[in-house]
């Protein structure tokens, strides 16, 4: 079971509506609106996909790095070391 799974309904909402503001973004561009109002949309999008990064991320580390370092110390490093390059990841794009 993933760290995320008691939030599962909740990020699939999240993610749909995420889901529509991209089509009303290909929308506006579709129907020319000016560049700063569709820039604006987009900075909503980023914000609402880094949300739900947010969570996605402390899902993670609640569950899945607490189990595997209660599991042994070797399991606890290597969900460790994937939740760091998963952040920083996150933090480059």
Partial sequence: M???SGDKDDYLKRLKRIEGQV???????????YCIDV???VAAVTKALQAVS???V???LGHCVV?????????GAEKVR????AIARLVRS
């Fill in 67 to 75: 189990d595997a370092a209660r599991q042994s110390p070797e399991a």
């Fill in 82 to 85: 994937e939740a760091s390059e």
């Fill in 58 to 60: 402390e899902d993670h």
């Fill in 2 to 4: 993933h760290g995320y």
């Fill in 54 to 56: 947010i969570g996605l």
């Fill in 39 to 41: 820039l604006t949309q």
């Fill in 23 to 33: 089509r009303g973004i290909a929308r506006m561009v579709d129907e020319d609106v």
